[in-house]
T-cell receptor, first 112, second 114 residues
């Protein structure tokens, strides 16, 4: 499986935008980029996913580099409830695409 | 509620005992997944169900671990002769079908083996 690299931790201030980076230099053409987050003592929660084009939903935006070797999850206005571990995951559109491999993610701290 | 439901939420057991963990997926979701998360670690894939069959059991750590799914709905993860290293949060997820891009996770069952 293609691997992702994320910073161990990041800090942000409340109501400011947050850009969470993810490197995936070995991504293949059929790999989707998924983001999940996990709040303390909860199961992971889907945030967003994309293939090539940038994606927006009510939770966040996903900016994908033109060469797809990196992507950025954007939280437009961080709130205290956004403090969580954020996971960037690749899965292929075929084969074992059910088997999302979660790394250690980025621990986001939001300061009031 | 309408989410993935897991029980028990907490289970403390003695080494050597068997435990059963239950997952009730979202109605209509054909795909079901079990993951394990040890303290401070990422999620480790255990097994995947499509309907009642398990095409991929490759993540089960040993033959003490087994899982079944009946009626295309409820799944049970059984751990026999529990060991201390089995202590973890066991997470269940479901999706409408394989590869839809969104897995819905339950809140997990925290297993502590003394």
């Amino acid at each position: 499986d293609a691997k992702t690299t994320q910073p161990n931790s990041m800090e942000s201030n409340e109501e400011e935008p947050v850009h969470l980076p993810c490197n995936h230099s070995t991504i293949s053409g059929t790999d989707y980029i998924h983001w999940y987050r996990q709040l303390p003592s909860q199961g992971p929660e889907y945030v967003i996913h994309g293939l090539t084009s940038n994606v927006n939903n009510r939770m966040a935006s996903l900016a994908i580099a033109e060469d797809r070797k990196s992507s950025t999850l954007i939280l437009h206005r961080a709130t205290l409830r956004d403090a969580a571990v954020y996971y960037c995951i690749l899965s292929s559109s075929g084969g074992s695409n059910y088997k999302l491999t979660f790394g250690k993610g980025t621990l986001l701290t939001v300061n009031p | 509620g309408a989410g993935v439901s897991q029980s028990p939420s907490n289970k403390v057991t003695e080494k050597g005992k068997d435990v059963e963990l239950r997952c009730d997926p979202i109605s209509g979701h054909t795909a079901l997944y079990w993951y394990r998360q040890s303290l401070g670690q990422g999620l480790e894939f255990l097994i995947y169900f499509q309907g009642n069959s398990a095409p991929d059991k490759s993540g089960l750590p040993s033959d003490r671990f087994s899982a079944e799914r009946t009626g295309g709905s409820v799944s049970t993860l059984t751990i026999q002769r529990t060991q201390q290293e089995d202590s973890a949060v066991y997470l269940c997820a479901s999706s409408v079908r394989r590869g839809t891009g969104e897995l819905f996770f339950g809140e997990g069952s925290r297993l502590t083996v003394l």
